[in-house]
């Protein structure tokens, strides 16, 4: 069992950083990829980043590239998301998530969720 908590968000203006954590109980976290996604009010949720189980692979969605990055330390058990250039359209929920590496990249299926932190990007 992996429990996730995301902080980190806040509102921001348009422009602007912020960085969001997601710290994970349980000794099994280095053995997870860790996803990011959001979801906007009336939209559904989407990926966002996920980073694997030992850092060395990242893969983010169009929309963030090059402006978020995801990173992870294993030794605190927790996740990153650095979030650059921010605008209003990244206003969300924001939930980390943790899911196995079967082989497959990126990873689509994850087991566990964070209950989520807002973001709001005022412009």
């Known amino acids: 069992q992996v429990q996730l908590v995301e902080s980190g968000g806040g509102l921001v203006q348009a422009g602007g950083s912020l960085r969001l954590s997601c710290a994970a109980s349980?000794?099994?976290?280095?053995?997870?990829?860790m996803g990011w996604f959001r979801q906007a009010p009336g939209k559904e949720r989407e990926f966002v980043a996920v980073?694997?189980?030992?850092?060395?692979?990242?893969y983010y969605a169009d929309s963030v590239k090059d402006r978020f990055t995801a990173s992870r330390d294993n030794a605190k058990n927790t996740v990153y998301l650095q979030m650059m250039s921010l605008k209003p359209d990244d206003t969300a929920v924001y939930y980390c998530?943790?899911?196995?590496?079967?082989?497959?990249?990126?990873?689509?299926?994850?087991?566990?969720w964070g209950q989520g932190t807002q973001v709001t990007v005022s412009s």
């Open positions: 998530a943790g899911g196995m590496e079967v082989g497959e990249w990126p990873v689509k299926e994850y087991s566990y």
């Open positions: 349980g000794r099994t976290f280095s053995s997870y990829a």
């Open positions: 980073i694997s189980r030992r850092a060395g692979l990242t």
